[in-house]
């Protein structure tokens, strides 16, 4: 149990979101919107003008940020950057791809989905099952 990575549990994690303007502005006016004390704010909203590189930065500062517990980003998005998404291991935050209004969900690209095909085809043939 030493290996077990430690979750940190907190009265006040955050939700962070990189996607189009109207997936971000529906969660927004939900009350997931949040900026510090140093103006930095817990979502990019992507657009025909947005770099990669611009995501990419996005997306690591999420990720290294002890206040959010969950990423929730748009799987046309992810898609862009989709080396990172796969290559990101730690239980949290969690990172979650959703559809949006212009491009719809494409299980076979979700990144979590295809990590759970794989632990449960590796499980079934450990045990003997198929």
């Given at each position: 149990?030493?290996?077990?990575?430690?979750?940190?549990?907190?009265?006040?994690?955050?939700?962070?979101?990189?996607a189009?303007e109207?997936?971000?502005?529906?969660?927004?006016?939900?009350?997931?919107?949040?900026?510090?004390?140093?103006?930095?704010?817990?979502?990019?909203?992507?657009?025909?003008?947005?770099?990669?590189?611009?995501?990419?930065?996005?997306?690591?500062?999420?990720?290294?940020?002890?206040?959010?517990?969950?990423?929730?980003?748009?799987?046309?998005?992810?898609?862009?950057?989709?080396?990172?998404?796969?290559?990101?291991?730690?239980?949290?935050?969690?990172?979650?791809?959703?559809?949006?209004?212009?491009?719809?969900?494409?299980?076979?690209?979700?990144s979590?989905?295809?990590?759970?095909?794989?632990?449960?085809?590796?499980?079934?043939?450990?045990?003997?099952?198929?």
């Amino acid at each position: 149990m030493a290996n077990r990575a430690q979750i940190r549990t907190s009265n006040s994690a955050l939700i962070a979101m990189i996607a189009d303007e109207d997936t971000v502005v529906g969660f927004l006016l939900a009350g997931v919107g949040n900026v510090d004390l140093r103006r930095k704010t817990n979502y990019l909203i992507v657009d025909s003008k947005t770099t990669v590189k611009q995501i990419e930065d996005a997306f690591k500062e999420f990720i290294a940020r002890e206040d959010i517990a969950v990423v929730l980003i748009s799987q046309y998005v992810a898609n862009m950057i989709r080396f990172l998404v796969d290559s990101y291991n730690k239980p949290v935050p969690a990172i979650l791809e959703i559809p949006s209004k212009d491009h719809p969900y494409d299980p076979a690209h979700d990144s979590v989905l295809s990590r759970v095909k794989y632990l449960f085809s590796t499980e079934s043939v450990a045990s003997g099952r198929r």
